[in-house]
């Protein structure tokens, strides 16, 4: 199961709010954080912790190598695309070797949900002459059933003073899809042939961004990004339910995605010092693709210094997203199958709130600590059902809790 990954070009826009205020660093130093991470979902459902750690030389001359390595490990049950029956039903494991059985009146879940991912990547960021930079990097992860292989590479220039800065990154990702069993064939039963025991998936991304100091407290970046997916884009353990008028559920088939995507980003952040003891920054992000997902992201954070080396940074965020075109709670048995379907959750329609904050503060030896704890609530569009499932909800919709604690020294 490919656990999420953080943005490709993060590696090619590394520090674009910071790169109008670099600062000198003598050469041979190193400064190191390390963060413990967990991510748990109510119900049992999934539950995740991570170690990372990031490692940056700074030479004389302004040179930067940055390593990050992390591992995650993930358990807990995950929602598998079965629509939910009055009835119990049994579907074929992900292995092909054995079966699942779902109880009556339950969102079915895969409680074989297992994982651990291991990864590593490494950042090189160097001057080209007083208003110009480049970067390039290199990453690398593996989980049971996925790998990865990426490579980036970016370049800045500044401008007006340095109060401005332009910058662009190209990203490109080959990826390997090693499915427990095998990858299913789209919209077969579990009782159908396998299809090969790899698929590939290919991502290229593209960056342009602008970086503009508005005054000496305010501080504006815009980016705008473009993502190209080609390949295995299913997930091989998802399912889709074929069901009757009675909402008695006829077969359970693999779900079948498109085998590209197309997405575009517009996002835009306004940092600004209100007082000595007041920064507050704040963001939206727009996506949309050919998938027909559409959505919005908006983010707060205000950090207040409690003094003595000390502060709090409350956070709130707000996330809806549209249904893909081919998502579907279910399919009607007495329609024809169409090209696309999966009952994916994370396809469908929804909204999610998150709240948090970030309390940080300046210990011994010069370390600076930081604690963070969010809160995470999802809440999916109703779908309608048939009326013999009139009491049951395919997508009930999920909270999770966020802690984290990092210290860099």
Known sequence: MQLTQNNRLALAAAGLMAATNAASVSAADWDHEAAVLYYGETDD?????????????????????????????????????VAPST??????????????????????????????????SANWDQPLNADSRSNVGISFSKEYDYLH??????????????????????????????????????????SATKGASSEDKNTLDGMIGLTQVLSK??????NYSVSVADGYLNDPYKWVSRVDASGTIIENLHESRPDSRTGHNLYAALKHTVSNKHVVTGS??????????????????????????????????YYHQGAADFYTAQLDATAALPANASADYRLAEF?????????????????????????????PTNVELTPGQASLDANPGFDALMLSAGVKF
């Not at 074929?92 to 590593?120: Q, Y």
């Not at 007006?160 to 077969?188: C, H, M, Q, R």
């Open 217 to 222: 407290n305010s501080l504006l970046q815009l």
């Open 149 to 190: 292989f990426g490579v980036s590479g970016g370049l800045s220039k500044t401008l007006n003073d340095k109060n401005t800065t332009l910058s662009v990154g190209l990203a490109y990702a080959a990826d390997s899809v090693e499915a427990v069993g095998n990858a299913p064939i789209p919209f077969s039963d579990g």
């Open 351 to 379: 909204a999610a709130y998150t709240l948090g904050a970030t309390y940080r503060w300046k210990g011994n030896k010069n370390r600076d600590w930081r604690i963070t704890g969010e809160y995470y609530t999802q809440d």
């Open 45 to 81: 459902r999934v539950q995740d912790g991570s170690l990372k750690y990031q490692g940056t030389r700074t030479t004389d001359s302004d040179k930067k190598l940055t390593i990050n390595a992390g591992i995650d490990t993930l358990t807990g049950a995950s929602p598998n695309g």
């Open 284 to 317: 939206a992000r727009l996506h949309t693709d050919d998938w027909g997902i559409d959505s919005v992201t908006l983010d707060t954070k205000y950090r207040i210094d409690l003094g003595n080396k000390k502060s709090i940074e409350p956070h709130i965020r």
């Open 87 to 120: 009835t119990a039903q049994t579907i074929t494991s992900p292995s092909g070797n054995g079966t699942i059985t779902h109880p009556a009146g339950e969102l079915p879940l895969d409680d074989t949900f297992k994982d651990t991912r291991v990864s590593l």
